[in-house]
């Protein structure tokens, strides 16, 4: 069959879901002859069944890859390394509501006192970050400066370059 076979530019998308299938099948197949107790363990795996389906249905799988969303797991890591465990999910919000905060004040934020007036830090603790762009860095603030081509992202823009 001529529409079958692998041509450079030219691909038949009945050749591409059969190689999908026997790819998801093969390493279906490799975790059972390694490690036959993931197979039942881990919920990625079953999902390789329905991958020709998924991919007819939603299109190329690059952009539903949930590895982007995994390297998150070692901020909750760090959140919880002083939590009791026993409400983990209430320490993690409070650790990240704190350095909400924290960001907020920093970057000249207003808040509510208990005296019902708003207030806000000082201008020592104002320009404090515009002097340290390694903090800068740390608390997610983008400059509105140009970047320079080859100035490295942890000196100030009127500091002489490495």
Same mark, same amino acid.
């Given at each position: 069959?001529?529409?079958?076979?692998? +041509? #450079?530019?030219?691909?038949?998308?009945?050749? /591409?879901?059969?190689?999908?299938?026997? &790819?998801? &099948? @093969?390493? $279906?197949?490799?975790?059972? $002859?390694?490690?036959?107790?993931?197979?039942?363990?881990?919920?990625?795996?079953? /999902?390789?069944?329905?991958?020709?389906?998924?991919? $007819?249905?939603?299109?190329?799988?690059?952009?539903? &890859?949930?590895?982007?969303?995994?390297?998150? @797991?070692?901020?909750?890591?760090?959140?919880?390394? +002083?939590?009791?465990?026993?409400?983990?999910?209430?320490?993690?919000?409070?650790? $990240?509501?704190?350095?909400?905060? /924290?960001?907020?004040? /920093?970057?000249?934020?207003?808040?509510?006192?208990? %005296?019902?007036?708003?207030?806000?830090?000082?201008?020592?603790?104002? @320009?404090?970050?515009? %002097?340290?762009?390694?903090?800068?860095?740390?608390?997610?603030?983008?400059?509105?400066?140009?970047?320079?081509?080859?100035? #490295?992202?942890?000196? #100030? +823009?009127?500091?002489?370059?490495?």
């Amino acid at each position: 069959m001529l529409g079958t076979q692998h +041509y #450079p530019g030219n691909f038949s998308i009945l050749c /591409l879901q059969a190689d999908v299938e026997i &790819a998801a &099948a @093969n390493v $279906l197949d490799l975790f059972a $002859l390694i490690e036959p107790v993931k197979m039942t363990s881990k919920l990625k795996l079953h /999902l390789l069944v329905h991958l020709k389906a998924d991919i $007819l249905r939603f299109g190329p799988l690059v952009g539903v &890859a949930t590895e982007t969303f995994e390297c998150f @797991n070692a901020i909750f890591r760090f959140c919880s390394i +002083y939590s009791n465990h026993l409400a983990p999910s209430r320490d993690i919000a409070f650790q $990240l509501a704190s350095q909400e905060v /924290l960001k907020h004040r /920093l970057t000249g934020g207003w808040w509510p006192a208990t %005296d019902g007036e708003w207030k806000r830090p000082g201008p020592s603790v104002r @320009n404090f970050i515009h %002097d340290h762009p390694t903090l800068q860095a740390l608390v997610g603030w983008t400059s509105n400066e140009t970047p320079v081509n080859g100035r #490295p992202w942890f000196l #100030p +823009y009127n500091s002489v370059s490495l």
